[in-house]
């Protein structure tokens, strides 16, 4: 699939040398994506917060170079991080026709999380679009005429092409990816702003992650995604995520909490039980992340408080709540979830706006 669109005029001039530096969020979607077709295309529309505090700082130095091919190293926390070249060698040949002029420079590519290494939070929806948005930077001094919203687009549209939650992670604060019918501008190719009214009650919503098992992830999100390809399941999902996201217009814009809880813990289960019932099946839940869900349930079932649970492909739970009803909740976190975190640890994060560029 070529998309002309994000096909640039060839450069009159190229730069010799240069240095890029941007800051991108980490994302948690309310509905999931899980399942795709070819080229990064989502098998059903999904809907994101934008977080605030969970980020990638990325720095982007280039040099022209006369050798054919891509040449680049890697840097996380200032080591050399080889292991991650051949994802990002593989976003390079996926992104080549649209960013020409990878294969002229020599890169020394240097980023770093603001939430700990090995944490369990996957860092590759933030570390690609921190990426893709250094690149944009790159083609813009190439082509200052470029405008705001064509850098956004592109870089979700490029950002989509190393991990696809990676396109909900360039702008804030709900983010819309995949084609649906009732979501106007809505896309299979770019994230988009979620473009209806949103009620004041989730204004600052708050998610606090709370880390059960800072390990690698056994099974990764591609062998995943790939698995429901002949997953029994697969359509009645699919479907099932579409209706998710048209429910949720008439929530977002009234303010039902009771009604937005029980969509978004319904599609983190969901994505749970897609993966405990595909063929080979996997778990990937622990049993603290049980033992947090069931707590969280009495919690909410005696204080009659909103909060609530998701999840992403991992044991992690990220707990959500309105930011009127924070007090409460942290306390309850503090004193009665953080026993089953590893080592105590979780990461206080809400709504966020966006990523932004770093002066270099
Ligand atoms: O972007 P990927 O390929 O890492 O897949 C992410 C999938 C989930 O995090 C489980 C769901 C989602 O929509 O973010």
């Not at 200052?144 to 991990?163: D, H, M, Q, V, W």
């Amino acid at each position: 699939m070529i998309v002309n669109e994000f096909i640039p005029k060839p450069y009159t001039q190229l730069l010799d040398r240069g240095a890029v530096a941007y800051s991108a969020p980490s994302n948690i979607a309310l509905v999931k994506y899980w399942g795709k077709k070819v080229h990064q295309i989502p098998a059903n529309s999904s809907i994101s917060f934008t977080l605030n505090n969970c980020k990638t700082a990325t720095a982007l130095r280039f040099e022209k170079k006369t050798s054919k091919g891509f040449s680049f190293e890697v840097f996380l926390d200032g080591k050399l991080q080889d292991d991650f070249k051949p994802k990002i060698e593989q976003f390079f040949s996926r992104i080549e026709v649209y960013v020409p002029f990878l294969s002229s420079y020599h890169f020394v590519i240097e980023t770093s999380n603001t939430f700990p290494h090995s944490s369990g939070i996957a860092s590759s929806a933030s570390g690609m679009s921190a990426l893709a948005l250094c690149l944009m930077q790159i083609e813009q001094q190439l082509d200052p005429a470029i405008s705001k919203e064509f850098f956004n687009t592109k870089a979700s549209f490029l950002a989509r092409l190393g991990s696809g939650s990676a396109c909900r992670s360039i702008e804030g604060n709900l983010i819309v990816w995949g084609s649906h019918a009732n979501i106007e501008g809505s896309s299979d190719l770019v994230g988009i702003k979620y473009p209806y009214e949103v009620h004041h009650k989730f204004k600052n919503y708050r998610d606090t992650i709370l880390l059960v098992d800072k390990g690698e992830k056994q099974v990764s999100s591609t062998v995943g995604h790939n698995l429901m390809h002949d997953h029994p399941f697969a359509e009645q999902r699919f479907a099932q995520a579409h209706s998710n996201m048209e429910a949720l217009i008439p929530v977002l814009k009234s303010g039902d909490l009771k009604a937005f809880i029980s969509i978004v813990e319904q599609e983190a289960l969901t994505l749970h039980a897609m993966m405990m019932s595909s063929n080979p099946y996997f778990i990937l839940m622990k049993p603290n992340t049980l033992e947090i869900i069931n707590k969280l349930w009495a919690f909410r079932a005696k204080t009659g408080l909103h909060v609530c649970f998701t999840l992403d492909a991992g044991a992690n739970v990220h707990v959500l709540f309105p930011d009127n009803e924070a007090d409460e909740v942290q306390e309850f976190i503090a004193t009665e979830l953080a026993e089953h975190c590893q080592n105590g640890h979780y990461i206080e994060d809400k709504l966020g706006l966006g990523a932004e560029p770093i002066k270099i």
